[in-house]
């Protein structure tokens, strides 16, 4: 399960980066050509920092999870998949945060990244070893597991701004 955690933050920032850098599209909300006159366009991209929307970052990450769940139970993951299209991805695109496009983006990269992590063995080799070494302190890996999961519920926001500092430094 902590190697399909890791493979989650790595789809999840690999995504947050294809938004950046693959500029595909606008989000439909900003798109003028579609002429939605439901909000006001400067105030959301001032809260967005990042008008493209190729893949959705959100969908990437809980149909990453919703995989790592398929993995370690069928059933409880096909829940969790059909819960992330209901609650999660369907949403995304009513409300012109994304195109349907970017959902299926989504849903490719978010459990290509988590079968390929299961499928190498090194990954899972290291945080075995790993968790030897907590072997009787695994109250320690319970609060780093609860921390991941308050930094993926606000898609690693945290991280995000650190990562933005660092690049401000660098400047």
């Given at each position: 399960?902590?190697?399909?955690?890791?493979?989650?933050?790595?789809?999840?920032?690999?995504?947050?980066?294809?938004?950046f850098?693959?500029?595909?599209?606008?989000?439909?909300?900003?798109?003028?050509?579609?002429?939605?006159?439901?909000?006001?366009?400067h105030?959301?991209?001032?809260?967005?920092?990042?008008?493209g929307?190729?893949?959705?970052?959100?969908?990437?990450?809980?149909?990453?999870?919703?995989?790592?769940?398929?993995l370690?139970?069928?059933?409880?993951?096909?829940?969790?998949?059909?819960?992330?299209?209901?609650?999660?991805?369907?949403?995304?695109?009513?409300?012109?945060?994304?195109?349907?496009?970017?959902?299926?983006?989504?849903?490719?990269?978010?459990?290509?990244?988590?079968?390929?992590?299961?499928?190498i063995?090194?990954?899972?080799?290291?945080?075995?070893?790993?968790?030897?070494?907590f072997?009787?302190?695994?109250?320690?890996?319970?609060?780093?597991?609860?921390?991941f999961?308050?930094?993926?519920?606000?898609?690693?926001?945290?991280?995000?701004?650190?990562?933005?500092?660092?690049?401000?430094?660098?400047?």
């Amino acid at each position: 399960m902590l190697t399909g955690l890791l493979a989650v933050c790595v789809a999840t920032v690999l995504s947050v980066w294809l938004q950046f850098h693959l500029a595909s599209h606008t989000r439909p909300l900003l798109d003028p050509a579609l002429q939605l006159k439901i909000i006001d366009d400067h105030r959301w991209r001032v809260v967005w920092d990042r008008t493209g929307s190729f893949p959705s970052d959100t969908s990437t990450l809980f149909f990453a999870l919703a995989t790592v769940t398929l993995l370690e139970n069928r059933w409880a993951g096909l829940f969790c998949f059909l819960w992330t299209t209901m609650v999660v991805a369907l949403p995304r695109v009513i409300f012109a945060w994304h195109y349907p496009s970017d959902i299926i983006g989504s849903l490719v990269l978010g459990p290509t990244c988590v079968f390929l992590f299961s499928a190498i063995p090194y990954p899972r080799k290291f945080f075995e070893r790993v968790l030897t070494w907590f072997e009787g302190r695994m109250y320690i890996v319970h609060a780093l597991l609860f921390i991941f999961l308050i930094d993926a519920a606000n898609l690693f926001q945290s991280l995000e701004q650190a990562g933005k500092g660092l690049v401000r430094m660098w400047e």
